[in-house]
């Protein structure tokens, strides 16, 4: 019988050593060179030193081969096609954080950072950035700015975890120039005092997340009613208490209820293209009003000189 001689011997595995190669090199983790690891992920075979290790199901594996998995994985979505992110709302809490530094900066500066910023529709003409920059302003009184971050608080992680970060944000930006609009257009023209009475404040803002929160609570089959009844109660404290501008909320809740019917009720299938053009048709909109309110305003003023 014959037989076939052994070949020769293979290179010996990672951390060991042939009979004549002296002592074993300890295995070490790949990302921390200088760290000894016996624990190996259970996914590539690489060493993993404790920093790098993470439970799986079975074993361990290093942070390279969890980070690829994610990257492989389906991305999941909301019912409203809101990417589910874990972790904090972070376009939320950049809101929230904007606002109270500018408040804080209004209170340091004497009122300097409001005036450079507020909106009055007598100036909103040749300084059109007021328009957006008096939503992140408030008055003295911590009260205005506590209600409304709380507002923002109670209904803005919802709507930026149903509706995406993208989205939410145009919300929230284009519901507070839908307020001054609002304020612009029912101010009442040239002659009336709101024309040269500045108005702060994220009410229109809050407003327009209430119009849309309305809608996608509907959509999703949820109990809208404590919603309704919070709009009608805010919006009648506008109306009978003085110094409460609810041309304002009046704008800001109109912005919101046409973005949250588009971005709540589009066809799956065309959510982005009916977004992206609900998004555009109220930006254009919102630009006719304003244009259209200040054309209207240079002629009477033509007439009268």
Known sequence: MSTTPPGPPGPPAYGTAGPHDGPAVPPVCPRHPDRVSYVRCQRCGRPACPECQRPAAVGVQCVDCVRDAARQ???????????????????????IGLCVVSWILQLVTGGTWTSMLAFAPWIGELQPYRFLTAAFLHSTSPV?????????????????????????????????????????????????????????????AVFGL??????????????????????GINFAIG??????????????????????AAYA?????????????????????????????????????????
Do not use: C
């Not at 999941?76 to 950049?94: A, D, M, S, W, Y």
């Not at 977004?275 to 209207?296: D, E, H, P």
């Open 210 to 231: 209430f119009g849309a929160i309305l809608l996608v609570l509907r959509r999703t089959g949820r109990n809208a009613m404590q919603i309704v009844v919070l709009i």
């Open 73 to 95: 994985a389906p991305t999941q979505r909301t019912v409203l096609g809101g990417k589910v992110r874990g972790g904090p709302p972070v376009v939320t809490f950049t809101i």
């Open 144 to 204: 205005h700015i506590l209600f409304n971050m709380y507002a923002l608080w109670i209904t803005g992680p919802f709507l930026e975890q149903m509706l995406g970060r993208w989205r939410f944000t145009a919300l929230y930006l284009l519901s507070a120039l839908g307020g001054s609009v609002g304020y612009l257009v029912l101010a009442g023209g040239p002659t009336s005092d709101a024309w040269l009475t500045p108005v702060v404040g994220a009410s229109g």
């Open 265 to 305: 009720y589009a066809p799956k299938e065309r959510r982005a293209l009916v977004s992206v053009g609900a998004t555009v048709v109220v930006v254009v909109a919102l630009v006719v009003a304003a244009w259209l309110t200040y054309a209207s305003a240079d002629q009477f003023g033509h007439l009268v000189g």
């Open 239 to 260: 109306l009978f208490f003085p110094g409460i501008a609810w041309q304002a909320h009046l704008g800001g809740l109109v912005v919101g209820l046409a973005l949250g």
